[in-house]
C-alpha cells in the first residue's frame, strides 16, 4: 500500500490538515482578489476606452475613506494569516509531553534514526498510529532537511545544534521521505520512507530484530569508554560535577546564568565545555569534539536521561 500514488496527496498527520487549511484560505483570498482586480482592469478597459463617450470629469482627487479602505483591509487581512500561520508554525514546536522521541540524525547520503530501546533504521522510519512523535534532529556534516510530504513536515538538520518536531501520525501507510536541503552529490538520493503502523504491530516491530542495548545502555558505553565517568562520579578523583540525575535540572554557571539541562546543554557541554561552565568548578574539561559522534552523543543523552527519576 502506498499512499503518496496518485496526485492528491494524502494528510497523514495531525498537522497536515493545519497546514492544508492555512494554505487552502491563502489560495482561496489570494485567488478571489486575482480574479477581482482582474474584472476590474478588464471593465474599466472597456468603459474607458478612448472611443468611449463616458463622463471623465469629476474624477476624485483625494477620498480619504477609500484610501483607509484599501489600506486597511489588506493590512488586517495580512495580520490575521501571520497570526494563523504563526499558530500553526507553533504547533510543530509544542507540547511534547508524553510524546515518543525519535532521533534522526542527517549524514550524506542517508538518514539515521534511533528509537530508545535502540532500534536503528537507515532512510527508514517506522512510526505508530496516533502517537504523539518528537523528532530530535541533529547531523554530522551539512545541513539536511527532513521533509515528509504526507505528514506537511519539514525540519532542517544543523551542524551545531539540534533541531526538533512535534506532531501525530493519523493514517495508516507508507509515505515518502525526502532531504529538501541541498547537501551534495546525492542529495536527490536523500531519502526513504516512513511507515505508519498500527500499535501493536508496530510494539512488535520495536521489538523485533533480536536484543540489543537501549541507547541509554550504549550510552554508559560510551561513558566509561571515554572516560567521562573518572571525572564526573561522586567517587571521582578529579573535581566535576556529578551527572547523576541532571537531565532537566536548573544549573547555575560560573558567570551568574542559569541553564536547563537538556539536549542541547549536554551536547554542547561535551563539544564546547568551555562556554558554560557549572558554579564552583575549573574549566578543565576538554573538548570532546571530533572523538564522538553525533548518535554517540545522543546515546550519551540518553544514559543520563535514564539516571533521573521520570518526571511528573
Ligand atoms: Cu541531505 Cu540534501
Not at 501571520?82 to 499558530?87: D, H, P, Q, S
Not at 547520503?109 to 512523535?133: C, F, S, T, Y
Not at 509515505?175 to 526513504?192: F, K, N, V
Not at 537531565?247 to 558554560?276: C, F, M, N
Request: with cysteine.
Amino acid at each position: 500500500m502506498n499512499a503518496t500514488k496518485g496526485w492528491i496527496l494524502p494528510a497523514a498527520s495531525d498537522v497536515a490538515h493545519r497546514v492544508d487549511h492555512l494554505l487552502f484560505a491563502l489560495f482561496v483570498v489570494t485567488g478571489v482578489t486575482a480574479i477581482a482586480i482582474a474584472i476590474v482592469i478588464f471593465v474599466f478597459c472597456l468603459r474607458y476606452r478612448r472611443s468611449a463617450q463616458v463622463d471623465r470629469s469629476n474624477a476624485p482627487a483625494n477620498k480619504r475613506w477609500l484610501e483607509y479602505t484599501w489600506t486597511l483591509t489588506p493590512l488586517a487581512i495580512f495580520l490575521a494569516f501571520f497570526a494563523w500561520g504563526a499558530v500553526v508554525y507553533a504547533g510543530f514546536y509544542g507540547n511534547a509531553a508524553g510524546a515518543m522521541p525519535v532521533f534522526v540524525v542527517g549524514k550524506q547520503w542517508m538518514w539515521r534514526l534511533e528509537h530508545a530501546n535502540g532500534r536503528r533504521e537507515i532512510d527508514q522510519l517506522h512510526l505508530p498510529l496516533g502517537q504523539k512523535v518528537r523528532l530530535v534532529f541533529a547531523t554530522e556534516d551539512v545541513i539536511h532537511s527532513f521533509y515528509v510530504p504526507a505528514f506537511r513536515i519539514k525540519q532542517d538538520a544543523v551542524p551545531g545544534r539540534y533541531t526538533e518536531l512535534t506532531f501525530t501520525p493519523t493514517r495508516l501507510g507508507t509515505y515518502d521521505l525526502h532531504c529538501s536541503e541541498y547537501c551534495g552529490t546525492d542529495h536527490a538520493r536523500m531519502g526513504g520512507q516512513v511507515v505508519v503502523m498500527r500499535p501493536e504491530d508496530f510494539a512488535r516491530w520495536l521489538a523485533g530484530g533480536g536484543t540489543r542495548p537501549t541507547m541509554a545502555a550504549r550510552g554508559f558505553e560510551t561513558f566509561r569508554r571515554l572516560g567521562c565517568s573518572g571525572c564526573h562520579d561522586s567517587r571521582g578523583s578529579v573535581h566535576a560535577p556529578d551527572l547523576n540525575g541532571i537531565w532537566h535540572r536548573v544549573v547555575h554557571l560560573q558567570d551568574g546564568r542559569t541553564i536547563v539541562a537538556d539536549e542541547a546543554y549536554i551536547r554542547d557541554s561535551i563539544l564546547l565545555p568551555k562556554r558554560d561552565v557549572v558554579a564552583g568548578y575549573e574549566p578543565i574539561m576538554p573538548s570532546f569534539a571530533g572523538q564522538v559522534s553525533e548518535a554517540e552523543i545522543l546515546d550519551i543523552i540518553a544514559y543520563l536521561k535514564s539516571t533521573t527519576p521520570e518526571p511528573r
